[in-house]
Every structure is written in structure tokens, then in C-alpha cells.
């Protein structure tokens, strides 16, 4: 059988690899950071992992940040994301 996605709007927000943008995120979305490895004189983050339904997911650099239907939270590949979302008005 075939299925199709039903229409969902979501929120999601592309991190830009930074501190500053993450921490934001964390406060903002009430993010569940369960590990960071930031440097702070570059401002940038070399891995970030938050906790989603499933356990933990690692946040890659421009990931989006999905808000999904029930108010978790989850990161999505760039690519995945733009074959899947479009924006709505």
C-alpha cells in the first residue's frame, strides 16, 4: 500500500551553527540540550546533540529545528527538509 503525508503545518528554525543561535533555540524552544561542544572565541558549535521523542539526535550545522504536532522537537537535514516542507502564509 501506499500512504500520503496528511498536511501539517509546522515551525522549524535553520540553526546557523553558532553559539549564540543554540542557545537562543534552547531558551526559545525550550530545547532539551543533552551535550554541546562549543568554542566560544570562534562562536561556533562542533556538536550539539538535543533530546527528542526518540532519544537523542545530533543538530548538524543549518539543520532546521522542527516543532512537530505534539511540541516535540527534532533536527532535519537541509535536503530532506526542502523535498518535504514548503513555506505557507
Known sequence: ??????PVVIEATQWDGT???AKMLE??????????TAHPPSNRVSWWSIGTLEGGHEVSHFDYI????KGEH??????????TYEAVE
Open 27 to 36: 531558551k526559545e524552544l525550550g530545547l532539551n540540550t543533552l551535550g554541546m
Open 74 to 83: 527534532y533536527p532535519c537535514k537541509p535536503d530532506i527538509f526542502a523535498l
Open 66 to 69: 522542527i516543532t512537530g504536532v
Open 1 to 6: 500500500m501506499k500512504f500520503r503525508k496528511k
Open 19 to 21: 553559539y549564540t543561535q
